[in-house]
């Protein structure tokens, strides 16, 4: 099963990526590196909620709204901007899988991204109907039809076997109030303390946790 950062590297990625920051009105480089640290995050948070049956059953219930077809129209959904009805879609989908933790999320990635708050939510907003497209479609593909298979499919598109390292990161961030001790610690795990690869590069050191070669 290709991994969600696998898919962001590969041809449709970069269109993804160029897309939302074109829609957006960001830098494409800064726009990459934020959907590097946020999708993996989002289904973080999609895998907590889907481990209660009422999580799991509001997801299932997502995922059949979203078939995919949002791929297979890339060219038309960003010729011209996302349109309303999309970026509307988004901020749901934000509220739904993020909850109270989505204003700390956004913080985290916007300081290690080097890019305001606004302007990541904008980002996001953009890009979560297009990754629900994503797990939409796989679960169609491979049948999935309760909480368990769903559990697996995210697991699978994280990277499968993750170790603790990359758990805690991904925990952390969830968990972040957007706090100067909480981000310095996200920064510390994933940098090691080095600040030469702070910014732009942290999306490398991402795809390198999640076994992007």
């Given at each position: 099963?290709?991994?969600?950062?696998?898919?962001?590297?590969?041809?449709?990625?970069?269109?993804?990526i160029?897309?939302?920051a074109?829609?957006t009105g960001?830098?494409n480089?800064?726009?990459?590196?934020?959907?590097?640290?946020?999708?993996?995050?989002?289904?973080?948070?999609?895998?907590?909620?889907?481990?209660?049956?009422?999580?799991?059953?509001?997801?299932?219930?997502?995922?059949?709204?979203?078939?995919?077809?949002i791929?297979?129209?890339?060219?038309d959904?960003?010729s011209?901007?996302?349109?309303?009805?999309?970026v509307d879609d988004?901020?749901?989908?934000?509220?739904?899988?993020l909850?109270?933790k989505?204003?700390?999320?956004?913080?985290?990635?916007?300081?290690?991204?080097?890019?305001?708050?606004?302007?990541?939510?904008?980002?996001?907003?953009?890009?979560?109907?297009?990754?629900?497209?994503?797990?939409?479609?796989?679960?169609?593909?491979?049948?999935?039809?309760n909480?368990?298979?769903?559990?697996?499919?995210l697991?699978?598109?994280?990277?499968?076997?993750?170790?603790?390292?990359?758990?805690?990161?991904?925990?952390?961030?969830?968990?972040?109030?957007?706090?100067?001790?909480?981000?310095d610690?996200?920064?510390?795990?994933?940098?090691g303390?080095?600040?030469?690869?702070s910014?732009g590069?942290?999306?490398?050191?991402?795809?390198g946790?999640?076994?992007?070669?």
């Open positions: 099963m290709e991994g969600i950062l696998d898919l962001l590297n590969s041809p449709i990625g970069k269109t993804i160029s897309g939302v074109g829609s960001q830098d480089s800064k726009t990459g590196s934020v959907l590097t640290m946020a999708l993996p995050v989002l289904m973080k948070a999609m895998e907590r909620n889907a481990a209660t049956p009422q999580g799991a059953e509001g997801l299932m219930g997502a995922l059949s709204k979203h078939d995919g077809g791929l297979d129209n890339l060219g959904l960003f011209g901007g996302v349109n309303k009805e999309v988004g901020g749901k989908i934000l509220g739904h899988i909850g109270s989505q204003q700390g999320v956004q913080q985290v990635i916007g300081q290690k991204a080097g890019m305001d708050t606004g302007a990541v939510a904008d980002i996001l907003k953009t890009a979560a109907p297009i990754l629900m497209g994503v797990l939409g479609k796989q679960s169609r593909q491979n049948g999935i039809s909480a368990g298979g769903l559990g697996d499919l697991g699978g598109m994280l990277g499968g076997s993750k170790t603790k390292n990359e758990q805690s990161f991904l925990e952390k961030i969830l968990d972040a109030d957007g706090d100067g001790s909480i981000i610690d996200v920064a510390g795990m994933v940098l303390g080095s600040q030469k690869k910014g590069l942290l999306g490398g050191l991402l795809g946790l999640f076994g992007k070669k």
